[in-house]
Protein backbone atom coordinates (compact mmCIF):
# COMPACT_ATOMS: atom_id res chain seq x y z
CA UNK A 1 0.00 0.00 0.00
CA UNK A 2 1.06 3.79 0.01
CA UNK A 3 1.61 4.20 3.26
CA UNK A 4 1.63 2.18 6.73
CA UNK A 5 -1.19 0.58 7.94
CA UNK A 6 -2.49 -0.05 10.92
CA UNK A 7 -4.94 -2.16 12.29
CA UNK A 8 -7.42 -2.00 14.33
CA UNK A 9 -8.39 1.73 14.58
CA UNK A 10 -9.64 1.05 17.69
CA UNK A 11 -9.57 -1.55 20.51
CA UNK A 12 -11.52 -1.66 23.74
CA UNK A 13 -10.45 -4.44 25.58
CA UNK A 14 -11.73 -5.90 29.33
CA UNK A 15 -8.40 -6.08 31.86
CA UNK A 16 -6.86 -9.29 31.55
CA UNK A 17 -7.69 -9.76 28.18
CA UNK A 18 -5.03 -10.88 25.63
CA UNK A 19 -4.69 -8.22 22.38
CA UNK A 20 -3.02 -8.47 18.97
CA UNK A 21 -2.45 -4.88 17.22
CA UNK A 22 -0.94 -5.16 13.41
CA UNK A 23 1.08 -3.03 11.33
CA UNK A 24 1.48 -3.47 7.58
CA UNK A 25 4.83 -1.20 6.69
CA UNK A 26 5.39 0.64 3.48
CA UNK A 27 6.31 -2.52 0.88
CA UNK A 28 9.92 -2.32 1.09
CA UNK A 29 11.27 -0.70 4.05
CA UNK A 30 13.30 -2.97 6.10
CA UNK A 31 12.74 -0.94 9.43
CA UNK A 32 9.81 -1.22 11.26
CA UNK A 33 8.84 0.43 14.86
CA UNK A 34 6.37 0.25 17.29
CA UNK A 35 6.03 3.33 20.15
CA UNK A 36 3.27 4.14 22.43
CA UNK A 37 1.86 7.38 23.41
CA UNK A 38 -0.07 7.35 26.46
CA UNK A 39 -2.56 10.51 27.27
CA UNK A 40 -0.66 13.83 27.72
CA UNK A 41 2.69 11.81 27.49
CA UNK A 42 5.18 11.38 24.82
CA UNK A 43 6.08 9.34 22.98
CA UNK A 44 7.95 5.47 23.95
CA UNK A 45 10.06 3.52 22.12
CA UNK A 46 8.88 0.05 22.21
CA UNK A 47 10.57 -2.60 19.88
CA UNK A 48 12.42 -2.04 16.66
CA UNK A 49 12.90 -4.67 13.71
CA UNK A 50 15.55 -4.57 11.44
CA UNK A 51 15.64 -6.92 8.09
CA UNK A 52 16.43 -10.20 9.85
CA UNK A 53 18.19 -8.84 12.37
CA UNK A 54 17.33 -9.90 15.80
CA UNK A 55 14.88 -7.02 17.23
CA UNK A 56 15.58 -4.72 19.79
CA UNK A 57 13.68 -5.08 22.38
CA UNK A 58 14.61 -2.42 24.57
CA UNK A 59 11.59 -0.66 25.08
CA UNK A 60 9.21 -2.95 25.70
CA UNK A 61 7.59 -2.16 29.17
CA UNK A 62 7.46 -5.74 30.47
CA UNK A 63 7.63 -9.11 29.77
CA UNK A 64 3.93 -9.20 28.78
CA UNK A 65 4.05 -7.31 25.94
CA UNK A 66 5.77 -8.99 22.15
CA UNK A 67 5.88 -8.68 19.05
CA UNK A 68 6.94 -10.58 15.94
CA UNK A 69 7.64 -9.60 12.23
CA UNK A 70 6.91 -12.39 9.53
CA UNK A 71 8.20 -12.52 6.36
CA UNK A 72 9.78 -8.93 7.07
CA UNK A 73 6.46 -7.39 6.25
CA UNK A 74 3.97 -7.39 8.52
CA UNK A 75 4.17 -7.29 12.37
CA UNK A 76 1.82 -8.16 15.29
CA UNK A 77 2.37 -6.15 18.63
CA UNK A 78 0.82 -8.46 21.70
CA UNK A 79 -0.04 -7.50 24.77
CA UNK A 80 -1.12 -10.50 27.71
CA UNK A 81 -2.93 -9.78 30.37
CA UNK A 82 -4.17 -6.67 29.64
CA UNK A 83 -3.56 -3.74 32.38
CA UNK A 84 -5.50 -0.33 32.35
CA UNK A 85 -1.95 1.42 32.39
CA UNK A 86 -1.57 0.02 28.88
CA UNK A 87 -4.17 1.89 27.77
CA UNK A 88 -2.57 4.26 24.44
CA UNK A 89 -2.35 4.82 21.11
CA UNK A 90 0.16 2.68 19.76
CA UNK A 91 1.96 3.54 16.24
CA UNK A 92 3.40 1.53 14.04
CA UNK A 93 6.36 3.67 11.55
CA UNK A 94 8.36 1.93 8.93
CA UNK A 95 11.68 3.27 6.83
CA UNK A 96 13.51 2.14 4.28
CA UNK A 97 16.90 2.03 6.68
CA UNK A 98 17.58 2.89 10.09
CA UNK A 99 18.40 6.18 9.84
CA UNK A 100 16.21 7.43 6.91
CA UNK A 101 12.83 9.24 7.31
CA UNK A 102 9.91 7.47 9.28
CA UNK A 103 6.71 7.06 8.19
CA UNK A 104 4.23 7.07 10.45
CA UNK A 105 0.82 4.24 10.81
CA UNK A 106 -2.50 5.93 12.15
CA UNK A 107 -2.19 4.45 15.17
CA UNK A 108 -4.48 1.80 17.25
CA UNK A 109 -6.29 3.61 20.42
CA UNK A 110 -6.33 0.83 22.98
CA UNK A 111 -8.66 1.26 25.83
CA UNK A 112 -8.39 -0.98 28.67
CA UNK A 113 -11.22 -0.98 30.79
CA UNK B 1 17.84 14.42 32.54
CA UNK B 2 16.38 13.71 29.56
CA UNK B 3 18.38 12.62 26.94
CA UNK B 4 16.61 15.13 24.69
CA UNK B 5 15.40 18.73 25.72
CA UNK B 6 12.86 21.01 23.43
CA UNK B 7 11.88 24.29 24.57
CA UNK B 8 9.74 25.88 24.46
CA UNK B 9 7.63 23.83 25.84
CA UNK B 10 4.25 25.60 24.75
CA UNK B 11 4.43 28.58 22.02
CA UNK B 12 1.67 31.21 21.09
CA UNK B 13 2.57 33.34 18.15
CA UNK B 14 0.55 35.66 15.98
CA UNK B 15 0.13 35.11 12.29
CA UNK B 16 2.63 35.53 10.16
CA UNK B 17 5.37 35.40 12.81
CA UNK B 18 8.72 33.60 12.71
CA UNK B 19 8.66 30.96 15.10
CA UNK B 20 12.18 28.46 16.10
CA UNK B 21 11.82 25.84 18.38
CA UNK B 22 15.22 24.34 19.42
CA UNK B 23 16.05 21.18 20.59
CA UNK B 24 19.44 19.57 22.23
CA UNK B 25 20.47 16.37 22.91
CA UNK B 26 23.07 14.84 25.11
CA UNK B 27 23.79 11.24 23.09
CA UNK B 28 25.21 10.11 20.22
CA UNK B 29 23.43 9.77 17.40
CA UNK B 30 22.73 8.68 13.84
CA UNK B 31 19.86 11.43 12.91
CA UNK B 32 17.58 13.73 14.27
CA UNK B 33 14.00 13.78 13.54
CA UNK B 34 11.25 16.54 13.86
CA UNK B 35 7.98 15.40 13.75
CA UNK B 36 4.75 16.88 13.81
CA UNK B 37 1.50 15.91 15.51
CA UNK B 38 -1.77 18.05 14.93
CA UNK B 39 -4.81 17.62 17.73
CA UNK B 40 -6.61 14.52 17.56
CA UNK B 41 -4.33 13.28 14.78
CA UNK B 42 -1.75 11.49 13.65
CA UNK B 43 2.65 11.66 13.37
CA UNK B 44 4.07 13.15 10.35
CA UNK B 45 7.79 13.00 9.98
CA UNK B 46 8.97 16.55 8.61
CA UNK B 47 12.51 16.05 8.47
CA UNK B 48 15.49 13.67 9.03
CA UNK B 49 18.60 15.09 9.92
CA UNK B 50 22.47 14.08 10.10
CA UNK B 51 24.14 17.39 9.21
CA UNK B 52 23.70 20.53 7.94
CA UNK B 53 19.84 21.98 6.72
CA UNK B 54 17.24 21.50 5.29
CA UNK B 55 14.15 23.09 3.72
CA UNK B 56 10.80 22.28 3.10
CA UNK B 57 7.93 24.58 1.74
CA UNK B 58 8.03 27.30 5.09
CA UNK B 59 10.18 24.91 7.27
CA UNK B 60 13.61 24.79 7.80
CA UNK B 61 15.66 22.30 9.94
CA UNK B 62 19.27 22.95 10.53
CA UNK B 63 21.38 20.66 13.42
CA UNK B 64 24.80 21.41 14.16
CA UNK B 65 26.25 17.92 15.54
CA UNK B 66 29.58 19.32 17.39
CA UNK B 67 26.96 21.55 19.80
CA UNK B 68 24.08 18.50 19.94
CA UNK B 69 21.46 21.27 18.70
CA UNK B 70 18.86 21.41 16.24
CA UNK B 71 16.54 24.16 15.10
CA UNK B 72 12.90 24.37 13.57
CA UNK B 73 11.86 27.02 11.90
CA UNK B 74 8.90 28.11 10.83
CA UNK B 75 8.30 31.07 8.37
CA UNK B 76 5.09 33.30 7.79
CA UNK B 77 3.42 31.29 10.61
CA UNK B 78 -0.55 30.00 9.70
CA UNK B 79 -2.96 28.65 11.96
CA UNK B 80 -2.66 25.45 10.43
CA UNK B 81 0.39 25.25 11.93
CA UNK B 82 -0.47 24.89 15.10
CA UNK B 83 0.40 21.34 16.56
CA UNK B 84 2.92 19.59 18.53
CA UNK B 85 6.45 19.62 17.38
CA UNK B 86 8.59 16.74 18.56
CA UNK B 87 12.00 16.38 18.49
CA UNK B 88 13.37 12.97 18.32
CA UNK B 89 16.67 11.26 17.67
CA UNK B 90 18.22 7.52 17.24
CA UNK B 91 21.92 6.13 17.77
CA UNK B 92 21.72 3.29 20.03
CA UNK B 93 18.41 3.70 21.24
CA UNK B 94 15.45 5.92 20.42
CA UNK B 95 15.07 9.22 22.51
CA UNK B 96 12.06 11.86 21.87
CA UNK B 97 11.64 14.83 23.14
CA UNK B 98 8.14 15.96 25.21
CA UNK B 99 7.82 18.35 22.34
CA UNK B 100 6.59 21.96 21.91
CA UNK B 101 2.66 22.75 21.53
CA UNK B 102 2.23 25.75 19.48
CA UNK B 103 -0.74 27.79 18.37
CA UNK B 104 -0.67 30.34 16.01
CA UNK B 105 -3.61 32.80 16.47
CA UNK B 106 -5.13 34.40 13.30
Known amino acids: GAGVSQSPSNKVTEKGKDVELRCDPISGHTALYWYRQSLGQGLEFLIY????????KSGLPSDRFSAERTGGSVSTLTIQRTQQEDSAVYLC???????????FGSGTRLTVV | KNEVEQSPQNLTAQEGEFITINCSYSVGISALHWLQQHPGGGIVSLFMLSSGKKKHGRLIATINIQEKHSSLHITASHPRDSAVYIC????????FGTGTSLTVIP
Open chain 1, 93 to 103: ASSQYRSYGYT
Open chain 1, 49 to 56: FQGNSAPD
Open chain 2, 88 to 95: AVTGNQFY
